[in-house]
C-alpha cells in the first residue's frame, strides 16, 4: 500500500477503503496500528529540527557580550596576566551553564504545555470509538466526526448525515461547504472535492465516518507547510519590550563605559586595565540572562495555571491575562453547575422552603416528594450517575437529600399504568399499587394541574402568590397533586382508563416545585473576587431574561443602578456598533442570545479600550474568541473548533478557575516585573559607581573580575527564585492590574531609581572612607563585597510591591532562601582562601569586620522594607 492515495475524492468509497486495507465497521486493531505508525510514521506536520545539547550550550557562547569577554581573556593572556584570564574564562563558562540549564528547563516545560494542548481525534478500532492524540491517527483509520469537530487528517467520507466544513484555512471560502460521499473528476480543485474533508479544517455541521487517505506532511496543510519557511521564532509582546529596555540601557551603558575609559586614560591608569575595565563593565550592566528568566517564568505561571484546571495554549497570553478587565462568560455548566436541581417547595402547610431547609418529617413534604419520585422515569445508579430527564433526576436528588430512595419507592409502590407527559397536556401521570388501592401521582405545569384540584379560594391565592414569587426569580415550576380511585386494586383494569381526563380530575394537591440550575458557590465567591480587582463580569446565555437576571443577582454580577441593564438578543440585533459602545458598561446580562451575536459585544467593549476575555464552547463561538483579547474554551463540553481558536483552555468548565487564572496572570506579571527592577537596578548601581569614581578622580574601584562575579552571583539564581515566588490568597485584591500599554510606568523608574542611588551612595561613601584609612586594596575588597551583599540581601524586598519580608515569611520561598544564602557563604569564604584572594585580587576581612559589612549592606534594603511599611501605615490611618 502507498503512504497516500493520490486521487480518492475520485473513487468510490468502498475502492478508497479497498486500497487502504481497511474497514468501515472495524477499523484497525491495535496490532495493525502499530504496524502502520511504524511504517508511515505518525500525523505530525515536520517541525523544526531539535537543537542538540551540546549546540545549545556552544549558542551560550555565541552573543556579542560573551564574545568580548572571550576577547578580553585573549588580551589577559597575551600581556601575561594569566590569572585573570583563568578567572574571566571560568566565569564565562559558569555563565554558560547557568544559561543552559535555563534554556533547557523552559523548553522542556513548553513540551510539556504542547502535549497538553495537542488535538485529540475519535476513531474506530477493534469495532468500538475511542478517542485518541491526533499524532496517532494513522494512514487508513477510520474518524468519526461531528459538528464542531477538528479534522485531523485528510480523509475520504464514506458516511454523512447534513455535513459541513469550514475550510476557509485552506480555500479562503467563508462559508461552509456541504460534503456528501459522491466521487467527482479527477482534475476537481480543492474547493470541489466535496467528498473529501481537510486536516487543519473543522466540521460545520452533521456528522460522519471518513477514511483516512494522508498525515502529516502529505496533507493539504502539510503541503502548504512545507512551502512556508520560517526562521524567526516568534516573540511575546513583554520580550519585545525587554529587549528595547535592553537596547536602551546598552547605548546608555556605552557611553558611561566610553566617559569611564576617557577619565581613566587622564588619570594616567594603564591602557590595558582601562580596557578590561571598560569590557567588563558593559557586560555587567547588561541582563544578558533577562530574556530566559522571563520565559522561565512565563512557563513556570503557566504550568501552574495548568495544575488550576487552566491551560494557556499561547505563552504571550500570559500577560494579557493579567490586564483583563472584562471577562463575558456563558451562563450553563460555567457559572451555574449545569445540572437542574430543586431550588424550593412549596406546600400549603409550610409555605416556600429551600431545598436545604425542607425535611422529612414534615407530614406534607413527604407526600410532595414521594409523589413527585413515584410519577418519574429518571434513576439514579449506585455510583451516583443520572439518566432520564433533568427535570426528573432533580427530583431523585431531593427524595436522596431526604433519606427517601427511588428504589425503594418504585419497589413499595408498584406501577400499575403511566399516562405520558405531551404538550397539549403538559402534564404526566402514574397509577401506583398501595396496599388494595390505585393511588394516581401527576406532575405538570401549574396552569394545567392546579385546575384539576379541589382547592378552597384561599389555598388558591397562597399558591398563586407563591408561583408569582417563584417565577420572578426565573424558576421551573412543577406542581404535584394526588387521588385515590374508587376502585380496588382487583378490579382495576388499565383499558378502562385508557383516556388520560378518567384519572386526571378531582386531585389533591400536594404543593409546587422549583427548579432551576443553582450557581456554583465558588463563581459567587468568583465574582466578589473581579469587583475587588476591578473586574466586570459579563453574563451571555440563551435563557430567559427573567431567569437570566434572577441567577445573576444570585451571583452578584447584578449591581443595581451601576451595572444592571438586561439586553436581549432581539434588542442587541437592532442596535448599531456605535449604539452598543454607549450601553455596553451598563448591561450586566445579555439574554436569548445566540452565539453569533458574542462577537458584536466583544468587540464594544474591546472598542471602549478594555481588556476582554470570552468564553465559548461551540463552532460559531470561534469569531468571538479569536476576536477577545483572551479567548477561553470549555475543555469538557467545549468543541474542538473552539479549543483551537482560543488562547486558554478550562478543563473544569468553571468560571472560578477564568478569575484564578487572571489572578495568577497578575502574580506573573508582578514577578516579572519585580526580577527585572531587581536585576536592572544592580547593574545601573555598577555604572553609576564606576562613573562617580571616575568623576572624583579615583581609582577605579572595581576590578573587571570583581564586576564578572557580582553579575554572576547576584543576577543568576535570586532572579530565578523571584520568578518562583508562590502567588499570594489575596492577589486580585493587592494586585493592581497591569497597564496593557505599557511594562515600565512612572513608578517602576521611580523605584528603580530610588534603589540604584541608594546603593550607588553607600557604595562610593565606604570607598572613600576606605582609601583614607585602609589603602586602596582593601577599599577595593569592601566594595566588592559590599555590592554583591547588598544586591542579595536587596533581593528580599523584591518579593513584593507592598508586603516585608518578614510580612511573607521568609521561609515562604525556600528557593530564594537558598538563592540568596549560597552566594552569601561563597562570598565570606572567598575571602579566607589564599586561592580565591590572588583569582579576585582581594584582601582578608577578618570575622569582625565582616560581620560590620554585613550590618552595612543591610540598609538599602532596610530602607526599601521601611518604605513598604510607611505606606501600609498610611493606609490604615486613612
Known sequence: MNSEIKTPWAQSPQEVL????????????????EERLRIYGRNLLKEEEKITQLARFLLQLKSPVVLTLLIATAISVLVGDIVDAIAIF?????????????????????????????????VIRGGSIQEIPAADVCLGEILVFEAGDYVSADCRVIQASQLSADEAILTGESLPVNKDTVPVETSAPLGERKCMLFAGTAVATGTARAVVTAIGMNTEIGRIAGILESTDIAKTPLQGRLEQVSNRLLLFCLLVVFLVAILGMVHGEEWLDVLMTAVSLAVAAIPEGLPTVVTLTLVLGVQRMAKRN????????????????????????????????????????SGILKEEDAQRNDDALRKLIESSVLCSNASITSDGFATGDPTEVALLYLAKSNNLEHQ??????????????????????????????????????PEALLPLCQLTEKEKVMILEAIETLSSQGRRLLSVATRTLPDPLQEFNVARYKDSVLVENNLTFLGLVSIADPPRQESIIAIQDCKAAGIKAVMITGDHPVTAKAIAQELGIVEDGIFDQVMTGLELEKMSPKDLEGQVEKIAVYARVSPEHKLKIVQAWINKGNIVAMTGDGVNDAPALKQASIGVAMGKGGTEVARQASSMILTDDNFATIVSAVGEGRAIYGNIRRTIQYLLSGNIAEILIMLGAALMGWPTPLAAIHLLWINLVTDGLPSLALAMEPVAKDVLKTTKRPSPKTFFDRRFYLELAFVSIITTVMALALYAYMLKTAGETLAKTYVFSFLVFAELFRSFACRSDQQTAFQMGLTSNLYHLLAVAIPVAFQIFLHHFDLFRALFKVQRIDWGHCLILLVLTLIPVTLIELKKWYVQSRKRSQ
Request: glycine share 6%.
Open 90 to 122: 571560568t566565569i564565562v563558562i559558569i555563565n554558560a551553564i547557568v544559561g543552559y540549564i535555563q534554556e533547557a528547563k523552559a523548553d522542556n516545560a513548553l513540551e510539556a504545555l504542547k502535549k497538553l494542548s495537542a488535538p485529540h481525534a475519535r
Open 18 to 33: 479497498d486500497i487502504l486495507e481497511t474497514s468501515s465497521t472495524n477499523g484497525f486493531s491495535s496490532h495493525q496500528v
Open 310 to 349: 487552566a491551560l494557556v495554549r499561547r505563552l504571550s497570553a500570559v500577560e494579557t491575562l493579567g490586564s483583563t478587565n472584562v471577562i463575558c462568560t456563558d451562563k450553563t455548566g460555567t457559572l451555574t453547575t449545569g445540572k437542574m436541581r430543586v431550588r424550593e417547595v412549596f406546600t400549603l402547610s
Open 408 to 445: 425503594y419507592l418504585n419497589s413499595a409502590y408498584p406501577r400499575l399504568a403511566e399516562w405520558s407527559f405531551d404538550s397539549n397536556r403538559k402534564r404526566m401521570s402514574v397509577a401506583v399499587q398501595a396496599g388494595s388501592e390505585v393511588i394516581i401521582h401527576c406532575k405538570g405545569a
